[in-house]
């Protein structure tokens, strides 16, 4: 097989820039997190497996080959039962709540405002390319709905209370 050349504006290039954006930006979330943290860095690593999976599937489809690697519905019930695990242990949430309120938290939230980066440009991406992805779609939705848990979850083991906007 040839080289395959794109360009840097090809809207699959941005898709992938987005998650390898993400990944790191979750190795900067993961770095020093221990003692009751370290479920939450353990957490992040598997994430972090999962998104290589998804920027290989990407690549691949880039290249006109049929991914070797690809998200899958098992990867999906990973995020659920995350999320289903983090529910059991934090309060329900009844408001809106205001991003940061730990550095652990802030950088979550920061991660998962870069996870729906890369879901609305693999969206564009997708809807313009043979195959259907829907499973890597609704990873990546689902993967948001983690981070924001896991910045809750951050935030009730190091017992700090969220705050709601008052909206004046």
């Not at 009751?36 to 880039?62: C, G, H, M, N, P």
């Not at 529910?87 to 652990?104: C, H, L, R, T, Y």
Request: hydrophobic share 40%.
């Amino acid at each position: 097989m040839g080289k395959i050349k794109l360009s840097k504006d090809n809207p699959g290039i941005d898709v992938l820039g987005n998650l390898d954006e993400l990944n790191s930006w979750l190795g900067i979330c993961r770095n020093g997190l221990t003692g009751e943290l370290s479920k939450i860095s353990r957490d992040i690593e598997v994430i972090q497996e999962l998104i290589f999976v998804s920027q290989t599937q990407v690549a691949y489809k880039l290249m006109g080959l049929n991914p070797k690697l690809r998200i899958d519905s098992a990867d999906l019930k990973i995020l659920e039962r995350i999320i289903e695990g983090i529910n059991k242990q934090v309060p329900e949430i009844k408001k809106f709540i205001i991003p940061g309120a730990s550095d652990v938290s802030a950088k979550l939230d920061f991660a998962r405002t870069l996870t729906r980066r890369a879901e609305r440009s693999f969206v564009c991406w997708a809807k313009n390319h043979k195959g259907k992805e829907q499973e890597l779609a609704s990873f990546l939705n689902r993967l948001s709905s983690v981070l924001f848990a896991l910045a809750r979850l951050a935030n009730h083991i190091l017992k700090i209370k969220e705050k709601s906007p008052r909206y004046k």
